[in-house]
């Protein structure tokens, strides 16, 4: 059973850069047929998709957010990594990183680590 | 984008009670659908994909129907385990833009 988890500062100062790693524990993110993903939830709100990669690096992100984005991989350490620029207040959320299936579905989750935006 | 709306948004139910909750899409997205279980402070647990199948080790008391714009998902007999909020994803659109119905918040009566 794939297991994730989510790491990095739990606080951002507003207009810098939310750096966020994922450590993959159980299974190979070079083994193919899984996208690796962010996914984001607004405290008390809903469930927003960052964007995702392959182990190969071809990434995709979500059109709301691409500017700001950036996902990575380091198969040696078998983690992904989110950052994403220039923070405001409205980045405030709990991160996750999850496996996602080629389809599009998301199969393992890590559980979650809450970054706060504020000075 | 495709937008996933679901009602209710809440209620409140009691131990053994059937329980629908709905899901539409904005267009049609097939069967393109995964419902998702979250408890407070946890992370989305998947429940069922393609619209219909359960994954692993998942309740059979969870099932899931539709295709098109109009999905359910259906719990026969509520468990005290079961009290959550469920959210529907689609994962049709190309480019991919994956969405999430706004959740569907279920309590003890």
């Known amino acids: 059973q794939v297991q994730l988890q989510e790491s990095g500062p739990g606080l951002v100062k507003p207009s810098q850069t939310l750096s966020l790693t994922c450590t993959v524990s159980?299974?190979?993110?070079?083994?193919?047929?899984?996208?690796w993903s962010w996914i984001r939830q607004h405290p008390g709100k809903g469930l927003e998709w960052i964007g995702y990669?392959?182990?190969?690096?071809?990434?995709y992100y979500n059109p709301s957010l691409k500017s700001r984005v950036t996902i990575s991989v380091d198969t040696s350490k078998n983690q992904f990594s989110l950052k994403l620029s220039s923070v405001t207040a409205a980045d405030t959320a709990v991160y996750y990183c999850?496996?996602?299936?080629?389809?599009?579905?998301?199969?393992?989750w890590g559980q979650g680590t809450l970054v706060t935006v504020s000075s | 984008a495709i937008r996933m709306t679901q009602s209710p948004s809440s209620f409140s139910a009691s131990t053994g009670d059937r329980v629908t909750i709905t899901c539409r899409a904005s267009?049609?997205?097939?069967?393109?659908l995964a419902w998702y279980q979250q408890k407070p402070g946890k992370a989305p647990k998947l429940l069922i994909y393609?619209?219909?199948t359960l994954q692993s080790g998942v309740p059979s008391r969870f099932s899931g129907s539709g295709s098109g714009t109009d999905f359910t998902l259906t719990i026969s007999c509520l468990q005290s385990e079961d009290f959550a909020t469920y959210y529907c994803?689609?994962?049709?659109?190309?480019?991919?833009?994956?969405?999430f119905g706004p959740g569907t918040k279920v309590d003890i009566k």
């Open positions: 999850a496996s996602q299936d080629s389809s599009g579905y998301y199969y393992n």
């Open positions: 159980g299974g190979s993110i070079s083994s193919g047929g899984y996208y």
């Open positions: 990669i392959y182990y190969s690096g071809s990434t």
């Open positions: 267009q049609g997205i097939s069967s393109y």
């Open positions: 393609a619209a219909s």
């Open positions: 994803q689609q994962y049709y659109s190309y480019p991919p833009i994956f969405t």
